[in-house]
């Protein structure tokens, strides 16, 4: 699941720029961001710098030196799901932004500047599900994926998978690949070729305090022992390891109530 999901800029090299459509950072807005970020420090070994400080008080995740994930504080005012939310580069947010209203989305946040990090805007599409779009200038998202600690997926949870991967190949111009399956309901979305998310429709089985939504996977070493961690430090498990074709995978929720999701990837 991992290997053709994301690059490693070395030290020396430029920065890497994410395509438009490429899913290019995953941020989370929590009411304590200090406990999450002691929470993920733990679980991840993630070192914190403060910044961008606009639109509100946020600090940026990174591993070995590598930018790979943000969390902030989420403004009162703002009614938004304590969710890590991915986010998908874009050369134009205003104009990303125009295709998720005229395809049938909402635009909840934004656009807007991030100091001079770069401009964003925060969706849902139409079954709901929340994304962001990010427009880089100083940030360029994410700079590691598919090692531990790091992002290694993104995967949308939905009623049905055709009209999702409709909606997303039009505002970002991806090409869909439906698995041929009867008893499953998924799409691939593809960017030049390359997978870059998944879509899973499940009926009316979704919860009915969780809705569709978007479920981030980070890597680990050792899914058992990130179990373990997930327990000891106050979280909860969701869903228990389990082995698919891409690895053992298990979905977990941070003391906040933040779903994510484990994977370890086959050897």
Known sequence: MT?????????????FRHAPGT??????????????????????????????????????????????????LLPPDRHLPIAWTPYFASADVDRTASAVRSC???????PLDASDAGR???????????????QASAHLGTAVTGVPGAPAWNELTT????????????????????????????????????PVADIHGVGNTLL???GPHWTTYFTVADLDDAVDRVLHLGGQILRQARDSAHGRTATVAD????????????L
């Open 3 to 15: 290997d053709t999901r994301g690059s490693v800029h070395r030290d020396g090299e430029a920065p």
């Open 23 to 72: 899913p290019c950072w995953v941020s989370l807005m929590v009411h304590g961001p200090d406990t999450a970020r002691r929470f993920y420090e733990a679980l991840f070994g993630w070192e914190f710098r403060p910044g961008p400080q606009q639109p509100g008080p946020y600090a940026r995740a990174l591993l070995d030196g590598r930018e790979v994930a943000g969390i902030g």
């Open 104 to 110: 049938g989305g909402t635009v909840g946040v934004g």
């Open 120 to 134: 964003l805007a925060i969706c849902s599409d139409p079954s709901g599900a929340v994304f962001g779009i990010w």
């Open 159 to 194: 009623f049905e998978s055709e009209r999702a991967a409709k909606f997303y190949a039009s505002v970002f111009g991806y090409t869909v690949e439906p698995e041929i399956s009867t008893d499953i309901d998924c799409t691939t979305l593809n960017l030049e070729g390359r």
């Open 208 to 210: 009915r305090d969780r």
């Open 255 to 266: 003391p906040e109530g933040a779903r994510f999701a484990l994977l370890q990837s086959p």
